[in-house]
């Protein structure tokens, strides 16, 4: 049975800087701090959501899906919908829900795209030490791949799908588009942690 604690584990990896125990916590934090009051599936599904990372897969979700299972698995009641734990984290790969509790957890996963400047930056860093870590992928290729990423958030209508952060978008736009001239121009130093 996969137990709490090694799921929070999976969290600590070196290799992680962003998508730590870190980005976890923030999500609950701003759920806290907004009154949101969340179901046991959409709580389960912040925790799984990126309990698989790696930076050169692209089936983080699938796998993250799969040590969801494991632990059900170990579970001797299940009182919450795992089908719907599992919709959720899926969600979270392309930030589109496909059902109405995924809005949320979708929002609270990228409200750090709405920081101050000086965090925003440092959430930029940390995102691009994840993929540039050990050598996984150069800076060139990592700026490819982030500018096109920024580049579809910033055609995303609507960024936010809830009332609590639909007013954030404006920020959003603001620091995805200084990020992207920054790239594009392969200025780095404005990046610091």
Not at 100 to 119: C, F, N, P, R, V
């Amino acid at each position: 049975m996969l137990l709490g604690k090694e799921v929070i584990g999976r969290y600590y990896e070196n290799h992680r800087f962003y998508h730590n125990f870190n980005h976890i916590k923030h999500m609950f934090d701003e759920a806290d701090k907004h009154g949101i009051v969340l179901s046991e599936e959409q709580y389960l599904a912040i925790l799984f959501h990126d309990v698989v990372y790696n930076p050169t897969s692209m089936s983080n979700e699938e796998a993250s899906c799969n040590v969801f299972d494991e632990y059900v698995f170990g579970l001797k009641a299940i009182s919450f919908d795992v089908r719907l734990v599992k919709q959720i984290i899926m969600d979270t790969q392309n930030h589109i829900p496909t059902c109405e509790e995924s809005k949320i957890i979708i929002d609270l996963d990228l409200i750090g795209l709405a920081s101050s400047e000086e965090q925003y930056y440092k959430n930029a860093k940390l995102i691009e030490w994840e993929y540039t870590h050990n050598n996984a992928f150069t800076i060139e290729e990592f700026n490819k791949g982030r500018i096109g990423w920024l580049e579809a958030m910033l055609n995303k209508n609507p960024i936010f799908y809830t009332k609590w952060f639909k007013n954030l978008e404006k920020y959003v736009k603001f620091n995805i588009a200084e990020e992207l001239d920054i790239r594009r121009q392969n200025k780095d130093g404005i990046f610091t942690v």
